[in-house]
């Protein structure tokens, strides 16, 4: 089973950067793609970004995209998410989630399309 750890969550200010990793403890052949969700307080869990593991094939929410990048790092199992130009509306829990299939456009953003989740991590942006 594929275990995900989640780190680098933190406050930062409205503009500012943070970076977060997802640690895979499993082999890459586990599965095939790795995506970032959050989740802010009442409201539902949704997709940010997905990347496959074999092509590097990348997706982003709108909400999302120009400010944030995914990107992996295959010999250490390791998959970030650079966040710049944060918002307030940015504030969530992160979860990095995993997939035995590659990212899709009609199926990164589903929660219900991934098998293994980390337990997140906060990112709140606040002057």
């Known amino acids: 089973q594929v275990q995900l750890v989640e780190s680098g969550g933190g406050l930062a200010l409205p503009g500012g950067s943070l970076t977060l990793s997802c640690a895979a403890s499993?082999?890459?052949?586990?599965?095939?793609?790795i995506g970032w969700f959050r989740q802010a307080p009442g409201k539902e869990r949704e997709g940010v970004s997905c990347?496959?593991?074999?092509?590097?094939?990348?997706y982003y929410a709108d909400s999302v995209k120009g400010r944030f990048t995914i990107s992996r790092d295959s010999a250490e199992n390791m998959v970030y998410l650079q966040m710049n130009s944060l918002k307030p509306e940015d504030t969530a829990v992160y979860y990095c989630?995993?997939?035995?299939?590659?990212?899709?456009?009609?199926?990164?953003?589903?929660?219900?399309?991934?098998?293994?989740w980390g337990q997140g991590t906060q990112v709140t942006v606040s002057s």
């Open positions: 499993r082999f890459t052949l586990d599965y095939a793609a």
């Open positions: 990347i496959s593991v074999n092509d590097m094939t990348t």
């Open positions: 989630a995993a997939r035995t299939g590659p990212c899709s456009s009609g199926t990164y953003y589903s929660i219900f399309s991934y098998e293994y």
